[in-house]
């Protein structure tokens, strides 16, 4: 286990989107330089480090670069490439590590990583490619699921983006057009109750703190709130942070990691179920900002940098709103109307529909007891 970074030292960040800033803006907290690397000249995140470099990931020499600046190398998004941290685990440090990136960057290779685990996950079936659509729907089918059914491509799809609903096998040429030859899975659809999250950190000494797991409500496949505490029991928690820790723990993770879960049925007869895994800092944690002793941002900047997790006490309710789009025109407005709304707009200079503009998380009145 490598020593703890000192104060000074350089923590470098693949990706310059919003969670790329606000990493940034937590080393600087700790008295730590961030050097962030990003293809996009308007990067959100160059406004606030203390150096960027403007580059593609697969720039084998920026990389090099990036490497001779950074102590510890880090990354913000899981569309990086497993080649680019190959290259600058030769030079530097890196976490999480590469299989963390490898195997939640595939849809298919994450999927068997948890059923591997032992743990259960909505019932699925990997696609090929057009002509393997429908032996996938059949064997869903054998599975004794009649529809509707999602079809989400391997790689590349976040947001919504990426994926169709089928309602049954009527829609199969479509989605074969769509499709074409890329890799895919084919899932069924899950009744759930509520969609959660589980947000925790581990150290590279194993070490692991876990936030309260907010209920997430979702719009066209977007996160558009987070609410916590989410109502839901104890034994429903303690099983969250079970599965985190256990998918944390296979892959030698260091750093913050977000598990997305189902919740089925209530009561003792409850599941959950893996949705995604997310190895990074996540968006159904931007509330740790404000409600809890120590943020998932600051978190794993110690973690990376090999200094003591911080309590992820939540002392205060929250619920955190993202602005997507032109939404964010009504920011001012939103924060006017109640002063208890802690804003943060991340400097995108286009609001395109659909894009994460900005969030605000708002301190809520504490429920009796």
């Known amino acids: ?11 470098g960040i693949l990706g310059g989107g919003q969670l790329g800033r606000m990493l940034a803006q937590a080393a600087a907290k700790l008295g730590l330089r961030a050097c962030v690397m990003a293809p996009e000249r308007d990067s959100p995140a160059f406004d606030v480090a203390a150096a960027h470099i403007c580059a593609d990931y697969d720039d084998e020499g920026a990389l090099r670069r990036l490497a001779e600046e950074a102590d510890v190398v880090t990354f913000e998004f899981e569309n990086v490439t497993a080649r680019a941290l190959e290259v600058l685990e030769s ?40 002509a393997a659509l429908r032996q996938a729907l059949e064997r869903l089918a054998g599975m004794g699921e009649h529809g509707p059914f999602f079809l989400k491509m391997a790689r590349q799809g976040y947001d919504g983006k990426g994926q169709m609903r089928l309602a049954g096998a ?46 997430n ?82 978190n794993h900047i110690r973690a990376v940098a090999g200094w003591p997790l911080g309590s992820t006490r939540r002392h205060s309710d929250a619920r955190m709103v993202n602005l997507l789009g032109r939404d964010v025109d009504a920011a001012f407005t939103l924060i006017a109307e109640n002063p208890a709304r802690s804003l943060h707009l991340y400097g995108k200079r286009e609001a395109r529909p659909g894009r994460k503009m900005g969030h605000f998380v708002e301190i809520l009145p504490r429920k009796e007891c």
Request: hydrophobic share 45%; charged share 20%; net charge negative.
């Open 1 to 11: 286990m490598a020593d703890p970074l000192p104060p000074g030292s350089t923590i």
């Open 170 to 215: 009527d829609d199969l040429g479509e989605a074969a057009d769509w499709l074409g030859e890329r890799a895919a899975v084919l899932e069924g659809a899950v009744a759930f109750e509520i969609e959660l999250s589980m947000v925790a950190v581990r150290a590279a000494d194993g070490q692991m703190a876990f936030y309260d797991p907010p209920h």
């Open 217 to 298: 409500t979702h719009r066209s496949g977007v996160l558009h709130e987070s609410l916590v505490p989410a109502s839901i029991p104890a034994s429903v928690v303690e099983q969250a942070q079970d599965h985190a820790r256990s998918i944390a723990e296979a892959l030698d993770y260091v750093g913050v990691i977000a598990v997305e879960m189902f919740l089925e049925g209530s009561g003792e007869g409850f599941r959950l179920s893996i949705n995604e895994i997310a190895p990074r800092v996540h968006n159904s944690g931007h509330w740790t900002i404000e409600a809890c002793t120590v943020s998932q941002f600051e």
């Open 91 to 130: 030079a530097t440090r890196v976490a999480p590590p590469r299989r963390a990136l490898e195997i939640t960057q595939d849809r298919i290779a994450e999927k068997s990583f948890v059923d591997g685990l032992g743990l259960a996950t909505a019932p699925w079936a990997p696609v090929s490619g057009r």
